[in-house]
């Protein structure tokens, strides 16, 4: 069973940055693939960016340039920098464990809102 906290939420005018952190633990975390995804209200749940454990990255179009996910194994820690914030990054964001020989499991989310 693995455990996901995310934490690093807030409220950043537009154009600042935010620092997202998800600490898992339980299972293994340095074979799975990692990701991001956000949910802003009234939306369906969405892919922010996914990186492998070889460190391979990937990145919706509308983040692709301002945001920056990695991890760092000896911390069982994946990150997400989000740089030139806009009012339309608002939402959720959730961190997802991919399979390892089980399923997916999910965090609770942490809440961005970025004033104009």
């Known amino acids: 069973q693995v455990q996901l906290v995310e934490s690093g939420g807030g409220l950043v005018q537009a154009g600042g940055s935010l620092r997202l952190s998800c600490a898992a633990s339980?299972?293994?975390?340095?074979?799975?693939?990692m990701g991001w995804h956000r949910q802003a209200p009234g939306q369906q749940r969405d892919l922010v960016a996914t990186?492998?454990?070889?460190?391979?990255?990937n990145y919706a179009d509308s983040v692709k340039g301002r945001f920056i996910i990695s991890r760092d194994n000896a911390k069982n820690t994946v990150y997400l920098q989000m740089n030139s914030l806009k009012p339309e990054d608002t939402a959720v964001y959730y961190c997802?464990?991919?399979?390892?020989?089980?399923?997916?499991?999910w965090g609770k989310g942490t809440l961005v809102t970025v004033s104009s």
């Open positions: 990186i492998t454990s070889g460190g391979s990255t």
């Open positions: 339980g299972g293994i975390f340095s074979m799975r693939t």
């Open positions: 997802l464990a991919g399979r390892y020989y089980d399923r997916e499991y």
